[in-house]
């Protein structure tokens, strides 16, 4: 994972401000290193003078992948093409990668461009259609003076672009003070390209001077020339004709479930490099983000099947000091409660109740539990820092889910392995640990694909299967342009990589290729089993799975917001509303 500051002048080179590189080594802090070239594009008439570009290049690199630290920018020293690359990249045209990614890609792109200008747009395209992972990347071709930048399809890295007051275009991972005017989310709908080697009139402003092109993603398996090939097939809107059966732990649809996401996650936590001053049997490699549901907890159990038994786990649950329900609870206790305003809260106390059951069919490894508690003075005193981050979004509502990631994701809190304890007002834990672990696992992404929201039953009431269908159909088709570059300028804050098993695109791929009565419960008669009876529609598929796994009480687990389960909701009294902008 890694940090990415560009700049493209026509005047003069422009360097990062020293708050987006402290901002940038935050995420980044094992590598920082700049790199600059100038390119000259001479006049056609041979009368007018040349017009030179100044590219400024920054990286900074959190080293996940292969045996030693690979700095960034990458530079090929033949041609002087240069690549920044912000990802991991699991698989190349179907094949996993073994050691350091970065390299790879580099190399990749070096041939897809080759020294033929007249297919190395096609072949750029080609090569980025191959990869599948995440990623956001600033590449350019030297031998043809282009420079492409792009997010995957799906978002997972973050991106912004804009251009600053002096007209300079700027390309960065992060959001400073003085971009917060100008920066907007790179879009997702494809790759986006500036050819540098036509030569412009000089006076032309620097918005004609930059001409962007798309390059966008299709759906087609065989798109036309000048798309890229999208990993994410439409969704199958197939209706029932007859009544289908009840789905149950033996279904091929839930046993093909369990071993695809086992799969994804192999991926994502297998050959983790060691962190810094890790010690054996004692540090964790991987973490999860831990409010005790349904999604999280799968990935823990499933975790735990592919790591080796003598590695911890680390549990990341976080709770808030909520003023605006401590004194309505207050008000409405005649009895003082023994556990704290942290232990009261909702995903503490589910949190608590999985790790005991993890506890219980794991019960060989080390589920280290982690109870974050956030007092409201700490979290004010964050506030700026965390706008900072989330920028451009700036409602009431981005600051209390990036609140919650914010303070997850620094992984601070008090650590214990024993399921049973639960400290009370009196004895509440204070010492401090924090989280040796720089790879968090979420269960984002589950909630749209398997109908897991509330609007998911409301639409399936509203029209049957055909209203569900189009409600999860426009939530998978707009993963990419919500709210996950937000999500990683805020988890990455605190130099851990975040990674989502359920957006795979293999994974997502063949979740949306499937019926939708084989994902949720709406529409299906009851199993007729003890075990599942009464269970939740939405994500039954998943229940199942964690019902499979010996998660019973899991399954059973209601969808919660993080912004209610763990108190940053509405701290101060008021009317606001989540979508109202922030002062």
Known sequence: MCGIFF????SNPTSPTQETCELLQKRGPDSHKTHTLQTDI??????SLPLSYYLTFTSTVLSLRGDHV???????????SVLCWNGEAWKIAGERLQDNDTEQIFNLFLQAVGNDPTDSVINIVEAISSISGPFAFVFYDAVNSRLFYSRDCLGRRSLLEGFDEYGNLKICSVCDSASVDYFKEVGTEGVYAIDLKRYHDPSMSPRELYQTKTIPWSSDPTPSVGHLRKSIPPMNTSLPTEQPPALTTDSVFVKELEYNLRQSLELRIQNIPNPPDYVAG?????????????????LARLSHDILPQNEPIDLINVAFENPRVAAAAKANQKTPSPLSIYENCPDRITGRSAHAELQKVCPGRVWRFIAINIPYSECLSHRDQVKRLMRPHNTEMDLSIACALYFASRGQGAANSDPLYIPDTQTEDTSVYTSTSRVLLSGLGADELFAGYGRHGVAFNRGGFESLIAEIDLDVSRLGSRNLGRDDRVLSHWGRETRFPFLDEEFVSWVVRAPVWEKCGFGLPA???????????????????AIRLGMVRVAREKKRAIQFGARTAKMETGRSKGTDALT
């Open 70 to 80: 690979y700095s960034q920018p990458l530079v090929d020293s033949k041609t002087q």
């Open 42 to 47: 001479e006049a056609q008439n041979g009368e």
């Open 7 to 10: 700049s493209l002048s026509s």
């Open 282 to 298: 004692q540090s964790a490699k991987t973490a999860v983000l831990f409010s005790g549901g349904l999604d999280c907890t799968l």
């Open 527 to 545: 199993s007729g089993s003890d075990a599942t009876s009464g269970i939740d529609c939405e994500k039954l598929a998943l229940r199942l799975v």
